[in-house]
Structure formats: C-alpha cells, structure tokens
Nanobody
Framework: QVQLVESGGGLVQAGGSLRLSCAAS????????MGWFRQAPGKEREFIAA????????HYADSVKGRFTIFRDNAKNTVYLQMNSLKPEDTAVYYC??????????????????WGQGTQVTVSS
C-alpha cells in the first residue's frame, strides 16, 4: 500500500501562485503514475494533471494548461503541482492520487487506487 500526504494549500489572491506537494511513503516502488484532482463544493472530482512516475509523460486538463505544471522528485518520492495565475474558480480541495502495476497516466479518478487526504486551496478575487 502507498500512503500519500498533500501539503502546500492555502489562501491566495487571484493572479498569485501556490505549489502543492504530495509525499508518498510505503510501497513507493510500485508507483507508476501520479495525478492531481480537485473537488469544489457541490461539484464532481475533476482531473487536473498526471505524470508518469519514471518518465516525462505528463497530461493536463484544458482548464489548467499553461498555468499549472506537474513535476516529480523521485529521490524524495514527491510529486508537485505548481499553480500560477490562479483564479477564483480554482478554489477547491486538491487531492493527489497514485496508480501502480505499470499503469499509465490517466484522467479518470477511478483508475487511481491510492489517495491523499486533500489540501484546501482558496483563491480570493
């Protein structure tokens, strides 16, 4: 099993930046891909970005392309989400998630087995 812990959320003004971190522990050798999702009140969980754990493949939702960047530090077993030019509509709880067993990146939440507890991001106008 893999344990995921997010950090870095907070309150920021529109146009500002935040960097979220997702630290993995446990059976990290089994991780094949990691993703970031978010969920705003009353809305479904939404895909943001994903990255192949041991490669350079990344995938982004259209809503964040050019503003958000996903990258990883394998030595630290950590995946990051750099968020720039934040908008009020980016306000949500952000979750990281992991896939294993040589799985590829995916935008479907149901494809991810391991989930963090989430971190709140609030963007004020």
């Amino acid at each position: 099993q893999v344990q995921l812990v997010e950090s870095g959320g907070g309150l920021v003004q529109a146009g500002g930046s935040l960097r979220l971190s997702c630290a993995a522990s446990g059976r990290t050798a089994s991780i094949s891909a990691m993703g970031w999702f978010r969920q705003a009140p009353g809305k479904e969980r939404e895909f943001i970005a994903a990255i192949k754990w041991n490669g350079v493949i990344t995938h982004y939702a259209d809503s964040v392309k050019g503003r958000f960047t996903i990258f990883r530090d394998n030595a630290k077993n950590t995946v990051y989400l750099q968020m720039n030019s934040l908008k009020p509509e980016d306000t949500a709880v952000y979750y990281c998630a992991g896939r294993s067993l040589l799985a590829d990146v995916s935008s479907r939440a149901s494809d991810y087995r391991d989930w963090g507890q989430g971190t709140q991001v609030t963007v004020s106008s």
